[in-house]
């Protein structure tokens, strides 16, 4: 779909860049973009593909290709394509794309399959049996030592004379971001890598939730108990309790095993900064829509649903110098209606894998 409305509206008028903040995923959409029909056809087999990786701030040099010129004849062809690949179910698909489409499922992508029309087959054969492989010298690790013989393609004068490019650029660091106090090894938990199960509780007026030790919601004032549904990182620890033992918990488990990260004890407390809080005012929508989620810097978001005109004081926390946002509306309204049953005796309700958003092979790159 994206690459239909760029060439439709974009086409080749000048160059595209793909900005935004660190980790929110440029290189991986660059590396879909270069396989793609947005791309001039031979340069997947020279331009490198960008370094994708869970961490914040991997790219740090601008990578490029250029775009392909939507002539009528090509987009007609691709449209051809993409006519054709409507009607094509997941069996019929390569095991490599079923494989590649496995793994996105299981990290939790809303992404579908990228295919290609204008192929080019790659120059060189394929050779299987590589001589230099036995000729290393001692102490060199054959996998590691670059191949001598592969030649590497390249672009001619004329593929790049007027060509305009796509590029790839490292992002942009968040300055008030929660992930630049923390360690390797806490950012390790923070950040997912797997698909988020969202986490739903109810909560009356006098309660409270900890997410981790990096955040806090407390539901201040209000008439009927609300829904508090968590996204964030599901090795991050949720905790409920009451106003009046609040306090006292933070002090006592921050930075031990309960609430996780930040983790270190005491010592590693001494330098993290305190809590600080916001208050909020919500009014509700109804209780199958969220009226709005309170953004704790990138540990994760709560999303806040209550009953229609209910009025809710809140009183949410971030570690001071980071930043709390309400984003109003919410990313996805209708999250607290995915719970499953209700846990007795908690406020916690049964986690629901939400349904696989990659099912819809047939839909994703037609238009
Ligand atoms: N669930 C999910 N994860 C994604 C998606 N796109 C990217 N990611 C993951 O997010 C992480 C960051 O992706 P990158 O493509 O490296 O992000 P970036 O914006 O290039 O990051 P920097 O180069 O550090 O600025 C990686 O672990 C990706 O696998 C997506 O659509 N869904
Ligand atoms: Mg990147």
Redesign the pocket.
Known sequence: GLVSRLQCSWRCTGDVYLL?A????????FNALLRSDYCKSRAPNIVDR??????????LNLLKFPIINPTCDRIFRRQERLREEATKTEDQLSSEEKKYLNHLKK?????GRVGRTFQQPKSSPVVDFDPDMLSYSIGEDPRHSPKKHEEREEFTYNEVKDARWCF?T??IVKENCVLNLLTEKEVKLVLP?Q?IVPRTFILKPGMVLFLAALGRVDYLEGEKPAWFSVVASNLLPVHISILSKADAIYEKHAGQELLKVPMGGEERMKEFPPLVPQDITLKGIGTTEAVADIKLSSAGWVAVTAHMEEKLLLRAYTPKGTTLVVREPPLLPYISTIRGARIAGTAAYRTKKPPSLVENLKTTERR
Do not use: I, M, R
């Open positions: 935004g660190t980790n929110s995923g440029k290189s991986t959409l960008a370094t994708v990786s869970h961490w914040p701030g991997t790219t990290q939790g992508y809303f992404v790839d490292p992002g890598t698909a």
